[in-house]
């Protein structure tokens, strides 16, 4: 009498669920990436963009300094 493996899965099933490798080159996204996306003038122009494509016409002025 065979061994009982589980739900009715074979051996064939578990190699083909098993993940694949990702055959993709590292890609270093440089020490001053998290300062280059969140810099404040990038958000600003991120966000008037979306606004446009929305159909709003924006015009936009920089904060008075403090």
Request: avoid cysteine; charge should be positive.
């Amino acid at each position: 009498m065979a061994k009982h493996r589980g739900a009715g899965r074979d051996q064939s099933a578990d190699v083909w669920d098993r993940p694949q490798p990702v055959r993709r080159l590292y890609h270093d996204l440089g020490a001053d990436y998290f300062t280059r996306r969140d810099s404040p003038d990038r958000q600003a122009a991120h966000h008037l963009a979306r606004l446009r494509d929305l159909g709003y016409q924006i015009t936009a002025a920089p904060p008075a300094a403090r």
